[in-house]
């Protein structure tokens, strides 16, 4: 059995940014949050409304923790009581996939198993594990498997939720979170430990995210952080530059590391009150970029403008890259570039930067490679749009107008 739910968000580029913004923010809330964190929907044809199932379950915490950091910047921006409601709701979404857990593990999703859309998501992501659970008389299965890049997702959010909203139930909620999820990975020593002891991932050789997820911890739980923190910086500090020099030999492949680094890198740099510690990191920091700095990143750009000042090529460049944003498809066809851009380097890789509106169709865009020639699917599932909110509502915050 499917569900019709009337398309909300227009893609005419005549429209301000924040009518965008606005329009894609109620489309994500009517179609891409069927549970308790946000999925992408399945459409029954390439030109259906009919929603038939959900999908992108395994990444599900990581939107869920972008999308609570673009909402705190929408408010920072406009005090919107909507923009609180969804915070409060993605906050409760985070605390859900904790608390399912029974262990301040971190769950990549949690379902209801009398959803319609529960047994067709653990059908597509098998073989990852699915485990039962009931929390407040609520039966669940939440999914398992998780990796350093959900918590890195989820911690950026959960920053910027207590960084950006002066509201005391909202700063509250993120600091319990925090220390619960920080907890528990050092009681397991940096190691995300599943029900009877196997081992999804590590952090135990990323010095970035380790002190990145403490500085965050520091933040928010100073009485419980502080030292912490001061111990791991220690040992730590000298070989944060070590993970991202190595992720920067190659600017095509596994393009989803560059996101990791700049939203950890983002806190890391921002929260350090040491002088030389911030250089270190600092450091780092200016190796990512100039790896990124000509791939037409809105969202790099943004994380740029807030740990290196006002640039006025790069903003005007970001108004650009969020007004192609809008004439990209919000669904998943299927592209194949080859025939436009000659491939160099490798099969799948154009010898220039893509244009960003020309760019294969993907979940969160910019954690694509911009010189990807050929991908996507079927064209039936629709992407949640935070890879425009996010960006958006920072430069709103920052050097965009409302009426642009």
């Known amino acids: ?23 894609l923010d109620r489309n994500l809330q009517e179609r891409h949050w069927p549970h308790h964190s946000i999925l992408d929907p399945v459409f029954a044809s390439t030109d259906s409304e009919e929603v038939v199932a959900y999908t992108r379950a395994p990444d599900s915490a990581m939107w869920t923790g972008h999308y609570l950091a673009a909402e705190a910047y929408r408010y920072k921006v406009t005090g919107d009581a909507g923009a609180l409601e969804n915070i409060a709701r993605a906050l409760a979404a985070i605390r859900l996939l904790i608390d399912v857990t029974a262990t301040d593990l971190l769950a990549r999703a949690a379902l209801a198993p009398n ?15 699915f485990y039962p659970a009931r929390l407040e008389n609520q039966d669940y299965v939440w999914l398992g498997q998780t990796t350093p890049d959900q918590y890195c997702g989820v911690f950026f959010g959960l920053a910027c939720a207590f960084d950006l909203v002066n509201e005391a139930t909202v700063r509250a909620a993120a600091t319990v979170l925090v220390t619960r999820l920080l907890d528990f990975l050092l009681e397991h020593h940096w190691n995300i430990v599943m029900p009877g002891g196997p081992i999804s991932g590590v952090f135990l050789n990323r010095a970035d995210q380790q002190l990145t997820l403490l500085q965050i911890g520091r933040r928010l739980n100073p009485a419980r952080f502080e030292a912490e923190y001061k111990t791991h910086r220690i040992s730590l500090s000298a070989s944060v530059e070590i993970p991202i020099a190595y992720d920067c030999l190659d600017d095509h ?17 921002r929260f350090e009150d040491g002088p030389r510690l911030r250089a270190k990191y600092l450091a780092a920091y200016k190796a990512f970029r100039r790896a990124v700095r000509t791939h037409g990143n809105a969202h790099f750009n943004m994380i740029d403008r807030f740990l290196s000042g006002p640039d006025e090529a790069r903003d005007h460049e970001t108004h650009a890259l969020l007004r192609a944003w809008l004439r990209r498809p919000r669904r998943d066809s299927h592209a194949d570039l080859r025939s436009v851009y000659p491939a160099a380097q490798g099969p799948d890789r154009a010898p220039a930067v893509i244009p960003v509106d020309h760019r294969v169709p993907a979940d969160f865009l910019w954690q694509h490679s911009p010189f990807l020639l050929y991908g996507g699917g079927e064209g039936r599932i629709e992407t949640a749009g935070i890879d425009f909110l996010l960006p958006y509502w920072m430069a709103r915050s920052t050097f965009l107008s409302a009426g642009l």
Do not use: Q, W
């Open 1 to 23: 059995m499917g569900y019709a739910i009337p398309a909300v968000a227009s893609s005419g580029a005549a429209e301000s940014l924040e009518t965008a913004a606005l329009l």
């Open 115 to 129: 959803s319609p859309f529960c047994n067709s998501i653990v059908r597509e992501e098998r073989p990852l594990t």
């Open 253 to 269: 492949h596994s393009y989803a590391k560059f996101n990791l680094a700049a939203i950890n890198l983002f806190h890391l740099v």
